[in-house]
């Protein structure tokens, strides 16, 4: 361990890494803020210190993202709105969009800001212009957890029902991976050609699937 950081406004719930200005580290949970830390010459010197602090949602913010292309910190707020924050204008809140449901999970992926809730969406969003580009429903389920994969083509899930379900993103192609019996929370491939799948659950277990060479799925 090479630096603590004590954080003493409620409990932390995410955290990420700014490695395009400052090397800022960014912290936010229960509280109403977002905590910048401030550093130099990472990972050189440690020695990061609490340099700023804005408002980010008063019930506390569930992810943070920090997105190089545009300079944009997103933060997912426990009150299900999605607001983007400008590094270049001193955070300032520049836009937010309410997705009306819980937010699960949310990562920057192929230049869009991807976002699962509790009610079965998943939401795309384009952040260069801040504008939500689609949403697609997959029934009454939370989506714990997700990957894009084979280069952009596929949406891998882990779901509140315990399967898995694989996306052909783009088309109405769908499958569903059952073995599960309870809450998927952790999806994810396990070498670079994606033949094998990986799946945690609330279950206690750990799954992997192999692909199916003969049906190619």
């Known amino acids: 361990?090479?630096?603590?950081?004590?954080?003493?406004?409620?409990?932390?719930?995410t955290c990420c890494y700014n490695p395009k200005y400052n090397m800022e580290i960014y912290t936010a949970g229960?509280?109403?803020?977002?905590?910048?830390?401030?550093?130099?010459?990472?990972?050189?010197?440690?020695?990061y210190v609490p340099k700023f602090k804005f408002i980010s949602c008063k019930k506390g913010v569930k992810i943070i993202e920090f997105i190089e292309d545009c300079d944009i910190i997103v933060s997912c707020g426990r009150d299900n709105i999605v607001r983007f924050f400008d590094w270049n204008n001193h955070y300032v809140c520049v836009d937010e969009?309410?997705?009306?449901?819980?937010?699960k999970n949310a990562k920057y992926?192929?230049?869009r800001l991807i976002v699962s809730c509790d009610d079965g969406n998943i939401h795309f969003i384009d952040v260069n212009v801040l504008q939500l580009e689609k949403s697609v429903q997959f029934g009454k389920i939370s989506i714990f957890d997700f990957q894009v994969i084979n280069?952009?083509?596929?949406?891998?899930?882990?779901?509140?029902?315990?399967?898995?379900?694989?996306?052909?993103?783009?088309?109405?192609?769908?499958?569903?991976?059952?073995?599960?019996n309870k809450d998927v929370i952790?999806?994810?491939?396990?070498?670079?050609?994606?033949?094998?799948?990986?799946?945690?659950?609330?279950?206690?277990?750990?799954?992997?699937?192999?692909?199916?060479e003969k049906s190619n799925k």
């Open 186 to 212: 952790g999806v994810g491939v396990t070498d670079l050609e994606n033949n094998y799948i990986i799946s945690a659950s609330k279950d206690l277990t750990i799954k992997i699937w192999k692909k199916d």
């Open 30 to 47: 229960t509280s109403e803020e977002i905590m910048v830390w401030g550093g130099a010459a990472f990972p050189l010197n440690y020695n």
């Open 151 to 180: 280069n952009g083509k596929y949406l891998l899930m882990g779901c509140s029902d315990g399967n898995i379900r694989l996306w052909e993103m783009g088309t109405k192609n769908r499958a569903i991976l059952k073995g599960h």
């Open 1 to 13: 361990c090479l630096k603590r950081f004590h954080y003493m406004s409620g409990f932390i719930l």
């Open 109 to 111: 992926i192929e230049r």
């Open 97 to 103: 969009i309410d997705l009306g449901s819980e937010i």
